[in-house]
């Protein structure tokens, strides 16, 4: 599966940011199938999940960016967004789009995310 993540960038502490992934070349009725998430991976730590959204509609959270993030999924444009407030400088790192279903997961290329305090 081809991702297309756009939307990074370089923020002060307390800013916004929104993340977009796009899956171009999945029809839709393929789209609906996967599960879409955003991961990030901060120098010298492992990648984790940030958010994601099921195919049932269902968005599950790490803990620490509850209440600030959001994920959201456009359908008719293949594309997930993910809204981010109140950035800290622990948000920082390389975000990753994810396709998942099954045994099967894609990844789009990394954009950067920098906090400044």
């Known amino acids: 599966v081809q991702l297309q993540a756009s939307g990074g960038g370089a923020v002060q502490a307390g800013g916004s940011l929104r993340l977009s992934c796009k899956a171009p070349?999945?029809?839709?009725?393929?789209?609906?199938?996967?599960?879409m998430g955003w991961y990030r991976q901060a120098p010298g730590k492992e990648r984790e999940l940030v958010a994601e959204?099921?195919?049932?509609?269902?968005?599950n959270y790490v803990d620490s960016v509850k209440g600030r993030f959001t994920i959201s999924k456009d359908n008719s444009r293949k594309t997930i967004y993910l809204q981010m407030n109140s950035l800290k400088p622990e948000d920082a790192g390389v975000y990753y789009c994810n396709a998942k279903r099954l045994s099967s997961t894609s990844w789009g290329q990394g954009t950067q995310v920098t906090v400044s305090s």
């Open positions: 959204v099921t195919t049932g509609g269902t968005r």
């Open positions: 070349r999945l029809i839709l009725s393929e789209y609906n199938t996967y599960t």
